[in-house]
């Protein structure tokens, strides 16, 4: 069964889940968007002169991931005209948006103007398989930053968590010598299940010496002043997680310490993947909202 969409703004990942939805069949009206040239020309596409246009044909609405970077505008990067936040609920209005790492103010918004708001990168099944690109593009990046192969390579992973896991097994597989750190009992029993090496996150300090690459994946601060200090000079730091992250890159550039902090993996090392992940994520949406 045939829906239509509404896309508002977003990036690369958004441009390839748009011809994804249409290839489906659905109708997608598009605005914010007019500078992506693989959507013109296709039947199932409308691109909208004005936002009222593209919202009154649908009330499903898909906007950016992240939905925000300014706390003002939606992201629009391939729009020279910006869209305010403000405005777009306002335009909304009654209808169902779904879009990624919402802001709390805008749900204040949202429910002023009757929006039902679904924040998808909140979802389970994304957050899973992001996993696979994420930990892909960390190794693409493993290759690309040091001077010695994987294999052989000692590694330690800050955290068990998603993307712990699924990084440790594809490090395994590139015959890494991978070490997980974890702070609860339970991790640390699933990390020796797994097969890895466990070391406790509370005591890591002068063991860190051992890495000729460290990994975080936890959204608090791991690697402080303390504990950098025992980091060898060419070992590669990298940190997956969020803001602020869980290395201190002060210290870190102090040292001269190589550090790469890699943010959003999915849509940059693979938007087509990441799209047909967020596609799946809509449609599972769908589902529960009309019980399809």
């Keep these: 069964m045939s829906t239509n969409f509404t896309v508002v703004g977003g990036d ?36 909208c002169n004005k936002l009222t246009e593209a919202v009154k044909n649908s009330d499903i609405i898909i906007g950016p991931i992240p939905f925000s970077s300014n706390g003002k505008d939606i992201n629009t990067p391939f729009s020279d005209t910006p869209i305010s936040i403000r405005e777009l609920m306002h335009t909304i209005n009654a209808k169902i948006l779904i879009a990624g790492s919402i802001a709390p103010e805008v749900y204040e918004m949202a429910n002023d103007e009757y929006i039902e708001i679904i924040d998808i990168m909140k979802r389970e099944e994304l957050a899973v398989l992001n996993t696979i690109s994420t930990a ?30 699924v990084l440790a097994k594809k490090l395994e597989g590139l015959s890494a010598k991978v ?7 339970e991790d640390l029993a699933w ?37 950098i200090k025992y980091v060898k000079d060419d070992c590669l730091l990298m940190d997956l997680a969020s803001n602020p992250g869980g290395i201190d ?12 902090w890699a943010l959003a993996l999915p849509g ?15 449609y599972n949406i769908l589902k529960e909202i009309y019980k399809k």
Excluded: Q
Excluded at 199 to 216: Q, R
């Design 12 to 47: 690369l990942r958004i441009i390839k889940l748009t011809k994804m939805l249409a290839s489906d069949g659905n109708k997608v009206y598009v605005y914010g968007l007019e500078k992506a040239e693989e959507l013109k020309e296709n039947e199932n596409i409308t691109i």
């Design 249 to 260: 890159k002060k210290v870190a550039k102090e040292r001269k310490l190589n550090l790469i």
């Design 136 to 165: 892909e593009g960390a190794i693409e990046i493993m290759i690309a930053n040091t001077n010695k192969i994987i294999h052989g390579s000692k590694i330690l992973i800050l955290g068990f968590g998603r993307i712990g896991k």
């Design 268 to 282: 940059k090392v693979a938007p087509v993947t990441t799209a047909e992940f967020i596609k799946y994520t809509i």
């Design 191 to 227: 990390i020796k299940a797994y097969g890895h090496e466990e070391t406790n996150i509370n005591t890591i300090k002068e063991n860190l010496s051992e890495y000729d690459i460290i990994i975080n994946t936890v959204p608090h601060l791991m690697l402080t002043e303390e504990r």
């Design 179 to 185: 070490t997980c750190a974890a702070r609860k009992d």
